[in-house]
């Protein structure tokens, strides 16, 4: 028994020292450091201009946490932005020069699109087919990147407002729409014109529906001269809308800009209209009133008013 203990313990030793071998790979040097387009501090970025191939240039802007599109001033989409971020600190997979351009053969002069991030401009080139990368251009370096970025640097500005109606935590106050306003009271929502037969939960339904509206999609238009006013008020702000119908869906314009936003039948109906309650079914001509529940056989009898 000893001896096989021995070896056991023997056998233990060998494995752990081979184990140790395969992780630490003695003898091999380490992997070079990535190579980074950019030292830019992506969080420190106070503004990126947009040079697409096609339409006029538009430019971003940071405001606190915040991000707008800088004319006209609307939200941008938060999640968007954090990922063009990640532009000036992404791999680059192999560099090269101007000199290696031959005829412009990368793409990179002139470029197809450029992205500027406070002062550091980043030049899109074409896609290189082996790994389905893409040339980019820094000062008079190019770089191989993942091809991730360039739907960006090729956008619209419209792509880029948020499709949130409202800002992220306001509470609405007013709702004004073509049929019904509400206004918020010390005592709840009061309703205009009043409806006895719509509860609060209705009209709480209602107003959630609009606080966490968010568009299908988002363009470029100005409103139709027979839309429909809606206007939505919080503490400290405002947002006048006009509605119209295009078909089987909604839209919402902007009367302080160029912008419509786009929802499905099912969310303007859930926007437009308060949920009143279903009717009681009442029984068909001629059918009888249910009959009482059966007497319970096991209680007292009731003699109250006999003797």
């Known amino acids: 028994m000893r001896g096989r203990l021995w070896l056991n313990l023997g056998l233990a030793i060998i494995v752990a020292a081979l184990a140790a071998v395969a992780v630490l790979e003695p003898g091999k040097a380490p992997p070079p450091p990535e190579?980074?387009?950019?030292?830019?501090?992506?969080?420190?970025?106070?503004?990126?201009?947009?040079?697409?191939?096609?339409?006029?240039?538009?430019?971003?802007?940071?405001?606190?946490?915040?991000?707008?599109?800088?004319?006209?001033?609307?939200?941008?989409?938060?999640?968007?932005?954090?990922?063009?971020?990640?532009?000036?600190?992404?791999?680059?997979?192999?560099?090269?020069t101007l000199a290696d351009n031959k005829d412009n053969a990368f793409g990179v002069d002139p470029p197809q699109a450029r992205i500027v991030f406070d002062h550091t401009e980043i030049a899109f080139g074409l896609t290189n087919p082996v790994g389905l990368r893409r040339y980019v251009r820094v000062d008079d370096a190019v770089h191989l990147i993942d091809d991730r970025f360039f739907h960006h640097a090729a956008s619209k500005w419209t792509d880029w407002v948020d499709r949130r109606l409202l800002p992220e935590g306001v509470t609405l106050t007013r709702l004004e729409l073509p049929d019904i306003t509400l206004a918020r009271a010390d005592s709840g929502w009061q309703l205009s014109p009043q409806r006895p037969a719509i509860g609060a939960d209705a009209i709480t339904e209602l107003v959630d529906e609009w606080q966490r509206a968010y568009a299908m999609d988002v363009e470029q238009a100005e409103a139709p001269a027979d839309a429909k006013p809606i206007r939505l008020e919080w503490n400290g702000g405002a947002l006048e809308l006009a509605l119209a119908r295009?078909?089987?869906?909604?839209?919402?314009?902007?009367?302080?800009?160029?912008?419509?936003?786009?929802?499905?039948?099912?969310?303007?109906?859930?926007?437009?209209?308060?949920?009143?309650?279903?009717?009681?079914?009442?029984?068909?001509?001629g059918t009888?009133?249910?009959?009482?529940?059966?007497?319970d056989p096991d209680a007292a009898p009731d003699h109250a008013g006999h003797d």
Do not use: C, M
């Open 246 to 285: 295009d078909g089987d869906e909604w839209l919402l314009y902007r009367r302080d800009a160029p912008v419509r936003y786009r929802f499905s039948d099912n969310q303007g109906q859930r926007l437009l209209a308060l949920q009143e309650p279903a009717p009681k079914p009442e029984p068909a001509p």
């Open 35 to 96: 190579i980074r387009l950019t030292t830019l501090d992506a969080q420190s970025v106070k503004r990126i201009e947009f040079h697409p191939p096609r339409g006029e240039g538009f430019a971003l802007v940071r405001d606190g946490k915040d991000w707008f599109i800088e004319q006209p001033r609307l939200r941008a989409q938060p999640f968007r932005v954090e990922t063009l971020l990640e532009l000036p600190g992404a791999v680059s997979a192999a560099q090269l």
């Open 288 to 295: 009888a009133a249910p009959a009482p529940p059966p007497a």
